[in-house]
């Protein structure tokens, strides 16, 4: 017998051992957490199939001694990749990606005994950067967090710690304009505020105590005129208040304590007095 026909018989033998062990989902069964071929007392080795109703391959399972381990991937049903992974010991272990259905990336982790650990980035289905982080324990922990616009430009950049805000923060327009530029403490808003329109204009400008307003507020029109001048006292109205049209004309000026409006007043039909 030649070398090459022993190859080849050898390879034969091998595909067929696969194929014999590749088996329908719907003829495993789990008991207790382990996945038995129906009928078998024998914890199931071998790789289950399943099909999309246009007979395309819609997942692809490994096991061993019963458990899910190994190669793990499903295809959407025009037979691009979907998810593309591994297990250990029955649950994800190890690089992970997974796919949109014009096979443009979607997602890249890494799993570490189940749980998400490492960086961590998501995308458009035009391939751009989404999101760019780290995670820990399954939960966003990095000092850069960033999210980007669809096309491309920054929009988010801040400190994310256990899954919670915590420090710096700055949001963007879609131009590439300043949207907001703020700081969190423990997920909440903390420390001075500022939010701006999409033309540069400052919007707003106050400040945050543990999650309220707190202190001098004011708000702006588009065009940079003043709309609202005040204060709050945690997280209400606390002191003068005075709002204006967009043309500067006065429309209230009141006083508040304490969130209640006690005056004096002087006002439009638009408000009425207290």
Request: aromatic letters at 14%.
């Given at each position: 017998?030649?070398m090459?026909f ?22 495993l069964v ?21 099909y ?7 997942e692809?399972i ?16 025009n037979?691009q990749l979907q998810i593309k992974s ?5 649950v ?12 443009q990336i ?10 998400q650990?490492?960086?961590?980035m998501e995308?458009?289905r035009?391939?751009q950067?989404?999101?760019?982080s ?6 966003y922990?990095t ?7 669809e ?5 988010v950049?801040t400190?994310i710690f256990?899954?919670?805000l915590?420090?710096p923060?700055?949001?963007f327009h879609d ?20 939010t701006f ?5 400052l919007?707003?400008k106050?400040?945050y ?6 202190g001098p ?8 005129d ?5 204060a709050?006292?945690?997280g209400?109205?606390h ?6 049209f967009?043309?500067?004309d ?9 969130g209640?409006e ?10 009425t007095c207290?």
């Amino acid at each position: 017998m030649s070398m090459r026909f022993l190859l080849v018989f050898l390879s034969i033998l091998i595909i067929n051992s696969v194929h014999a062990r590749e088996v329908y989902y719907t003829q495993l069964v789990i008991k207790n957490g382990i996945t038995y071929k129906s009928n078998s007392d024998n914890p199931f080795n071998g790789k289950s199939i399943s099909y999309h109703s246009n007979s395309r391959l819609k997942e692809s399972i490994t096991y061993v001694d019963g458990l899910k381990n190994g190669l793990y991937e499903t295809f959407h049903d025009n037979g691009q990749l979907q998810i593309k992974s591994a297990h250990l010991n029955g649950v994800y272990h190890g690089p992970y990606e997974e796919y949109f259905f014009n096979g443009q990336i979607n997602i890249r982790t890494n799993y570490e005994n189940g749980s998400q650990n490492g960086p961590y980035m998501e995308y458009y289905r035009n391939g751009q950067i989404h999101r760019d982080s780290y995670k820990m324990n399954d939960q966003y922990h990095t000092s850069v967090h960033k999210r980007y616009h669809e096309n491309g430009n920054l929009m988010v950049i801040t400190a994310i710690f256990n899954d919670l805000l915590d420090g710096p923060y700055e949001t963007f327009h879609d131009n590439g304009q300043l949207q907001i530029k703020s700081a969190h403490l423990n997920g909440v808003y903390h420390g001075p505020y500022e939010t701006f329109h999409d033309n540069g204009q400052l919007q707003i400008k106050t400040a945050y105590l543990n999650g309220v307003y707190h202190g001098p507020y004011e708000e702006y029109f588009f065009d940079g005129d003043l709309k609202i001048k005040t204060a709050h006292l945690n997280g209400v109205y606390h002191g003068p208040y005075e709002e204006r049209f967009s043309n500067g004309d006065l429309k209230i000026k009141t006083t508040y304590q304490d969130g209640e409006e006690v005056g004096p007043c002087i006002t439009t039909i638009y408000h009425t007095c207290k």
